[in-house]
Nanobody, 112 residues
Framework: QVQLVESGGGLVQPGGSLRLSCAAS????????MAWYRQAPGNQRELVAR???????NYADSVRGRFTISRDNAKKTVYLQMNSLKPEDTAVYYC??????WGQGTQVTVSS
């Protein structure tokens, strides 16, 4: 099992930015697909962005153009840069590895 530890959440005003980080354990990070999901109260968990081992990415329509997923294989870390944040981006954000390992989640709140 891969251990995932997220950081970087917090409270930000609408239009602001945050960068989430997810540090992974294990020696096969560079071979893993990594993703960020989010879950708002009363909603199902949804995919936000995914990055493949080769670097290709895909995004939910609601965040495309505002969020950027990236990875640093040397640091075994995946990032989610979130710009132009909206109140509807408020959720717990989860890191995911290989479509099966989950982090504990980090809260992102967008509010004035």
């Amino acid at each position: 099992q891969v251990q995932l530890v997220e950081s970087g959440g917090g409270l930000v005003q609408p239009g602001g930015s945050l960068r989430l980080s997810c540090a992974a354990s294990g020696s096969i990070f560079m071979l893993m697909s990594m993703a960020w999901y989010r879950q708002a109260p009363g909603n199902q968990r949804e995919l936000v962005a995914r990055i493949m081992p080769g670097g290709s990415t895909n995004y939910a329509d609601s965040v495309r153009g505002r969020f950027t997923i990236s990875r640093d294989n040397a640091k075994k870390t995946v990032y989610l840069q979130m710009n132009s944040l909206k109140p509807e981006d408020t959720a717990v954000y989860y890191c995911n590895a290989r479509d099966r390992d989950w982090g504990q989640g980090t809260q992102v709140t967008v509010s004035s």
